[in-house]
């Protein structure tokens, strides 16, 4: 086997290596030693090269959007026979023959948990949801690049080589049409497209291309190591069958025992996560022995292991070490195996260019015509067609157990190598040409509860990051009046980082079935929430309930709920504050990161959005079951963001149980005008402070109107109380609000952002939390005497109504570069602080 190992990386055959069992660590420079004859540190020597290269191309194809494993790829390219293994004294100190067993042994094991990992992360649940549309897609896919492998090889094939042309066709053929998931899934995580229609569809039917690629490598193994007996392939098979099967009715249920006798919420234990891993390897060991390769048997070990917490436990345990440090060797070792000056004449070159392009065409013309035989839009077809273009992993690993074998010589080795780094360099930057996930939506008018008419449905997205949100979110939701004439449809998505998954997910729950014990604290969770939304929506009438779960990086979550709120349509959202009440009745902040999501879906959101300051509304002067009572004050100043906040407590005033006070501050007769909108009509000179005044002048025509309409229309209600207040600074505001009753157990405000007002003159220069605006942040502040939940309101507003009052406060290009949403209508961007926005790791 050593010297076999060895002749792989050597183009002659005939080379014979001689190794010295006794020289694996040295005694050490100073008695002479040169470490680099040693299989140690010279392995040590690798490694690290091998790691430090590939980082630095990860880094370097960084801002052109690669996946890593182009940067491995290339990094092995660089440092194999290609580039600097041309200087041989490079290639003899450092990767000399003798070297090649330990590296490749090395490689192959890191190979074994990454692909055991891989199977682990697949979800064979999906394979079964997917339906015919990915099904379709995955098979039409494989069929029109296999025929053009086959073609490809009847040209590469010559007569004098050892292979039958059959197993020589089926590598190929393999190699050329099938998917890589794993690549696939981080290539959609960059682009954002996890958690969208066309990503579910590209992921699903990976998996079902990667499966089938699976078995066919399986069969295309047993063919090749058995040139002459065509009966030893048929016992390779079937005994890889039985194996199979084994571990799906023998293994699994024993790996289900383990886990029920770990109690709920407790870490599985190490001896449990050893005999696993330890598994592992005694798979490949079998797989190998059968005659199939040995990553074969770690992946279906990996795929047996039941979803929920040991799968993450193990993912969170090896995916850096494995991915980080082992997995590169695999990629390098193909790399330096890669010759491309074997890659001899122009029409060779050609042959190389032509495949690209028909292999790439052949997979985008089967997708593209499954997409618009369902009825899919041209350009997601062709998106489809691209991303099902991804190579990587299984690629690379055909082709290696194929130039093992000596089905593939080193040319066909080189071209393939070429053609696979090619095909998925190009994928992201072409998808992003082509794939404008704007022109999915259609415009929506009702982004506000100002526009939303009083007799059709409102929708409601509501985030919820732990149980202890939701008791007062239901209670608001269920003063928001539900009726037959308007009913409210909520979306209730419970937020939950992303930890050691491959990839994010957006999960849309079933109503899952009772009995099962949930299987990580996340999903313990998700169902207390998703419980409590159910029991609500069967006791309220007229509500609509469906749950979801967004899993994702907090510096990329704002995008998840934006998304979804802009795909369902939803009016506004409700998203918990970062803070939340302690015993003693002060605000103490819950995470960090949740305070970053509130503020960057303020930016970035769709619609209408609502900060909810949670300090209980539990309705303690309950009538009888169904019926809640409550006090709610509105606060009103002015602007687009008050005016909304009104429609909304005036949505809530319909209700028989609320009370509603209305309080209006009116700047007193000698109120101070702020700086910034200076120049009454008198002082009207520049015309740039011409058009502030006449802004202002509409918005205050805009207010008088609408309050003038919220008057008349509910005069004779008795619930409803409204009066105003003059003041002539914030000292009096402040006052002003301190003294309104303590009976009221909710208080709605605009959150003023965009409007300049002297009534609150003074007060953002001491506030914590500017996302709230100057009055929520005085409201939610611990030390503010009453202890009442708050609403804090940001209306929706097209282009150019504040457009530039906020552009004083910050620089234009501060804007950060992940944002997917580049909307037309926008609000300005957020004053941030240091820790404002995330970039995304």
């Given at each position: ?9 050597n183009?002659t ?32 020597l ?22 890593r494993?182009i ?12 580039v ?31 692909l ?53 066709i ?25 958690n ?29 190591e ?10 390779v ?18 790996i289900s ?5 770990t109690?709920?919420?407790?870490t ?17 060991f ?13 992946f ?39 010759e ?28 593209l ?25 299984v ?13 593939l ?50 929708r ?10 939701v ?10 009046h ?56 069967q ?8 749950p ?23 009016a ?10 302690t ?13 970053t ?11 209408s ?16 079951a169904g ?30 149980g ?6 209006r ?48 229309r ?25 003294s309104?009753?303590?009976i ?56 150019g ?41």
């Amino acid at each position: 086997m050593a010297d076999e190992a060895a002749t792989t990386a050597n183009s002659t055959d005939e080379t014979i290596v001689c190794y010295a069992p006794t020289m694996i660590t040295t005694n050490g420079i100073w008695q002479g030693d040169n470490p680099l004859d040693y299989s140690l540190p010279l392995f040590i020597l690798q490694l690290t090269l091998v790691v430090v290269v590939t980082r630095i191309l990860v880094y370097i194809l960084k801002p052109l959007r690669q996946p890593r494993v182009i940067s491995e790829i290339l990094g092995g390219i660089i440092l194999g026979p290609s580039v600097l293994g041309q200087s041989t004294k490079f290639a003899n100190a450092v990767f000399p023959l003798r070297s090649v067993m330990v590296l490749e042994t090395m490689a192959n094991i890191g190979l074994l948990y990454f692909l055991f990992l891989v199977g682990v992360e697949m979800d064979l649940a999906v394979i079964r949801r997917t339906g015919k549309k990915a099904l379709a897609i995955a098979v039409a896919g494989m069929i029109l690049p296999f025929l053009i492998g086959t073609s490809f090889s009847l040209m590469l094939h010559q007569k004098s080589q050892y292979m039958k042309q059959g197993t020589f066709i089926l590598f190929l053929g393999v190699a050329l049409s099938v998917t890589a998931f794993p690549v696939l899934a981080r290539v959609l995580a960059e682009l954002k497209l996890l958690n969208t229609e066309i990503g579910r569809i590209a992921m699903s039917s990976a998996l079902v291309n990667d499966m089938c690629a699976w078995i066919l490598l399986a069969f295309a193994i047993a063919l090749a190591e058995n040139a002459s007996v065509s009966l030893a392939s048929v016992w390779v098979i079937l005994s890889s069958s039985a194996f199979v099967l084994f571990c799906i009715f023998a293994v699994r249920p024993l790996i289900s025992w383990m886990i029920r006798r770990t109690p709920e919420g407790e870490t599985i234990s190490d001896f449990f996560i050893c005999l696993i891993l330890t598994g592992v390897m005694i798979c490949g060991f079998i797989t190998d022995a059968l005659g199939t390769h040995s990553v074969f048997g770690a992946f279906v070990f990996g795929l047996i292991i039941p979803n929920g917490p040991i799968g993450l436990t193990l993912i969170e345990r090896l995916e850096d070490f494995v991915s980080g440090l082992l997995l590169p060797l695999f990629f390098a070792i193909s790399g330096l195996k890669t010759e491309i000056s074997t890659i001899k004449g122009v029409g060779t070159w050609c042959i190389l260019f032509l495949v690209i392009v028909l292999s790439c065409a052949g997979k985008i013309a089967g997708t593209l015509l499954v997409a618009l035989y369902y009825k899919m839009p041209f350009y997601e077809g062709l998106t489809l067609g691209f991303l099902m273009n991804t190579k990587g992993l299984v690629e690379i690993i055909i082709l290696n157990v194929g130039k093992d074998q000596k089905v593939l010589d080193d040319q066909s080795f080189a071209i393939m190598v070429i053609i696979s780094v090619v095909k998925t360099s190009i994928i992201i930057p072409i998808v992003t040409l082509i794939y404008k996930p704007a022109r999915k939506f259609a415009p929506y008018k009702k982004r506000t509860v100002q526009r939303s008419k009083p007799d059709s449905e409102f929708r409601v997205l509501v985030c919820v990051h732990t149980p202890r949100n939701v008791p007062t979110i239901i209670n608001l939701l269920e003063a928001s009046h539900p009726t037959k004439k308007s009913p409210i449809c909520i979306y209730v998505l419970h937020l939950v980082e992303l930890s050691g998954r491959a990839s994010a997910m957006l999960i849309v729950h079933n109503s899952r079935k009772s009995g099962r014990p949930a299987l990580n604290r996340a999903q313990a969770q998700s169902d207390h929430i998703i419980n409590a939304f159910e029991n609500f929506e069967q006791h309220a009438g007229c509500v609509s309930v469906q749950p979801l779960t967004a899993i994702s990086p907090y510096s990329t979550m704002h995008e998840d709920i934006c998304n979804l709120a802009e795909d369902k349509r939803a009016a506004f959202i409700i998203i918990p504050f970062h803070k939340q009440q302690t015993v003693d009745g002060g605000m103490e902040s819950t995470n960090p990161a949740f305070r970053t999501i509130n503020q960057n879906v303020l930016v970035n959101a769709p619609c209408s959005v609502g900060i909810l300051v949670d300090r209980g509304l539990s309705s303690s002067t309950r009538l009888a079951a169904g019926q809640v009572s409550h006090h709610v004050a509105i606060l009103f100043f002015g602007g687009p963001d008050d005016r909304e906040a009104l429609a909304y407590a005036w949505r809530m005033s319909e209700h028989p149980g609320i009370n509603l006070t209305v309080m209006r501050f009116i700047p007193g007769e000698e109120t101070a005008e702020p700086s910034s909108s200076s120049g009454r009509r008198g002082e009207a000179s520049a015309p740039g402070i011409l058009t502030v005044v006449t802004d202002d002048d509409r918005e205050k025509q805009l207010d008088e109107d609408y309050i003038n309409q919220f008057r008349s229309r509910t005069m004779h209600d008795d619930s409803i109380v409204y009066t105003e207040r003059v003041v002539r600074n914030g000292e009096e505001t402040v006052a002003a609000i301190r003294s309104i009753d303590s009976i009221h157990d909710l208080f709605i405000i605009g959150r003023g952002q965009g409007t300049v007002s002297p009534l609150t003159a003074g007060l953002t220069d001491w506030s914590e939390c500017p996302e709230l605006g100057a009055i929520g942040d005085l409201l939610a502040s611990s030390d503010f005497a009453t202890t009442v939940s708050v609403l804090v309101v940001q209306q929706y507003v097209g282009m150019g109504v504040h457009g530039d009052m906020l552009g004083v406060q910050d620089s234009p290009n501060e804007q950060p570069e992940h944002f997917i949403y580049n909307h037309t209508s926008r609000r300005p961007p957020l004053p941030r602080g240091p820790e404002l926005f995330h970039s995304q790791p």
